[in-house]
């Protein structure tokens, strides 16, 4: 019986190890997209995604119904990113999940976002992503929630834009 568990973890570690190499691998493209927003380097930004993209945002309309607004084109996102702005763009994420087959990636990730310290909003960040021919993930699509009110977040995080 021992034999046979120590056969199944020597089966399963590997791959399991493997998993999470390509877990943080898929992690690269949106931890850079952050720092990029960050540090307002809107090159750095387009340097995580895929010539062509997609971008929507699910919200509220005045009439209390969910609508979706997308960004006409990823143009529009660069721009405000890296047009000057007194107060950095920090959106930290947390309880990440990242779903991986074969060259297509998913990552779901609740986020705030806070202008310089102000808390400006939050939600849940998705991501779609893919492999391309260098083996490198990059995003090419991404949608996100938001909300003012209701937001549960992580006493570590909040204490970080104090």
Known sequence: MIRLYTLL???VLPQSHLLAQEEARVRI??????????????AMVRSVFTEQVSLATILKGKDG?????YESSIQDFLKAVGSPHPQPFNE?????????????????????FYLGRQFSH?????????????????????????????????????????
């Open 9 to 11: 973890l020597l089966l």
């Open 29 to 42: 493209p949106i931890d850079q997209l952050f720092a990029g927003m960050a540090a307002g380097d809107s």
């Open 65 to 69: 119904k969910p609508v979706i607004r």
């Open 92 to 112: 930290p994420i947390w309880d990440v999940e990242v779903r991986v087959d074969g060259d297509f990636a998913q990552v779901w990730a609740k986020y705030a």
């Open 122 to 162: 939050c939600g849940v960040d998705a991501f779609h992503l893919v492999r391309n021919a260098q083996g490198d993930w990059k995003i090419f699509h991404l949608a996100d929630t938001r909300q003012k009110e209701g937001c549960v977040i992580p006493k570590d995080v909040a204490e970080r834009y104090k």
